[in-house]
């Protein structure tokens, strides 16, 4: 079965420019996490997608980051425009059921670095 | 606001050692936990769970207790052995619709 699929792993930009991140969650799994990770510090969710609809986004700074997931299947988290506190790696998470009590399938994350 | 607490960013111990991963919630609403494994570079993976209605859960090296009146659990991992050398998560959700919230982690260090 394939993981969690993520791209890219690293980005570097300069502040005030825009980025865009990529994820294939698991094949059959409904539900579609975006998770913020800044250094020495546990992941935090900005985003989580049932099918292609948004159950949580309380978290997402939504003056420069949106996310959206087409067709209930891939989904594109973009920063515009960057700031150097998004420096952090943006892990994509997906699970099978609806409620929050199952296990999260993580990607391996994609790597900011804002100059 | 940290519902999540793992107030040890790092322990080291021996290999064949037991090792205990700490973790303090503050949400008596939260009715299910989980432990995260993290190696560098790659994404924390799934290693064990504990729902609200058990005290303890076993799953070969790795033992997962809660003490709910105390909003405490903790990861026991024994033997520890060099491979376990990781990041853990502690995490917390519900079945009220609460999402997922994880700890800082702790940085296990396992001395061959």
């Known amino acids: 079965e394939a993981g969690v699929a993520q791209s890219p792993r690293y980005k570097i930009i300069e502040k005030r420019q825009s980025v865009a991140f990529w994820c294939n969650p698991i094949?059959?799994?409904?539900?579609l996490y975006w998770y913020q990770q800044i250094l020495g510090q546990g992941p935090k969710l900005l985003i989580q997608f049932q099918n292609n609809g948004v159950v949580d986004d309380s978290q997402l700074p939504k003056d420069r980051f949106s996310a959206e997931r087409l067709k209930g299947v891939d989904s594109t988290l973009k920063i515009q425009p960057a700031k150097l506190e998004d420096s952090a790696v943006y892990l994509c998470?997906?699970?099978?059921?609806?409620?929050?009590?199952?296990?999260?399938?993580f990607g391996e994350g994609s790597r900011l670095t804002v100059l | 606001d940290q519902q999540v607490k793992q107030n040890s960013p790092s322990l080291s111990v021996q290999e064949g050692r037991i090792s205990i991963l700490n973790c303090d919630y503050t949400?008596?609403?939260?009715?299910?936990f989980l432990w995260y494994k993290k190696y560098p570079a790659e994404g924390p993976t799934f290693l064990i769970s504990i729902s609200s209605i058990k005290d303890k859960n076993e799953d070969g090296r790795f033992t997962v207790f809660l003490n709910k009146s105390a909003k405490h659990l903790s990861l026991h991992i024994v033997p520890s052995q060099p491979g376990d050398s990781a990041v853990y998560f502690c995490a917390a959700s519900g079945t009220g619709g609460f999402k997922t919230i994880f700890g800082a982690g702790t940085r296990l260090f396992v001395k061959a």
């Open positions: 949400n008596s609403m939260f009715d299910y």
């Open positions: 998470a997906s699970s099978q059921g609806q409620g929050n009590t199952g296990e999260l399938f």
């Open positions: 094949s059959g799994h409904a539900t």
